[in-house]
């Protein structure tokens, strides 16, 4: 597992991209067609262009309305609380199999130590 961000249609967010949604944009609001003017002023092809073009419309229609800082603040925090919640899920995995695996040896030493007194 990584921290690898994604849109909503699963490709990895990058610049390059033009997927990247810039906090400000979030905080003071943005129309579609700023959005599409930023895309068009970066380096893609215009393949990609077309492609984030039409994601931005799929996903903001009528662009993004100002939230402000305290909404996006939410926002990062509550994504956060997600991350940290699978990592924390991931550490308690694995300290389970590290306990099953220390508790079982002595199971097995035992039931062969057993084994061993019953025959002799």
């Known amino acids: 597992m990584h921290a690898m961000v994604r849109d909503a249609h699963?490709?990895?967010?990058?610049?390059?991209?033009?997927?990247?949604?810039?906090?400000?944009?979030?905080?003071?609001?943005?129309?579609?067609?700023?959005?599409?003017k930023r895309i068009?002023?970066?380096?893609?092809?215009?393949?990609?262009?077309e492609k984030?073009?039409?994601?931005?419309?799929?996903?903001?229609?009528?662009?993004?309305?100002?939230?402000?800082a305290d909404a996006l603040r939410f926002a990062l925090v509550a994504y956060t609380a997600q991350v940290w919640f699978l990592l924390l899920l991931l550490l308690f995995i694995n300290y389970l199999s590290v306990v099953l695996l220390i508790?079982?040896?002595p199971q097995q030493m035992h039931g062969e130590t057993c084994i061993y007194v019953n025959e002799g």
Do not use: W
């Open 40 to 49: 068009e002023q970066g380096n893609l092809d215009a393949r990609e262009v």
């Open 103 to 105: 508790t079982n040896k």
């Open 52 to 68: 984030a073009k039409a994601g931005q419309v799929a996903d903001f229609p009528n662009g993004i309305a100002e939230c402000g």
């Open 10 to 36: 699963g490709r990895k967010m990058s610049k390059s991209l033009g997927n990247v949604i810039d906090p400000l944009e979030v905080i003071n609001g943005v129309t579609l067609q700023d959005l599409h």
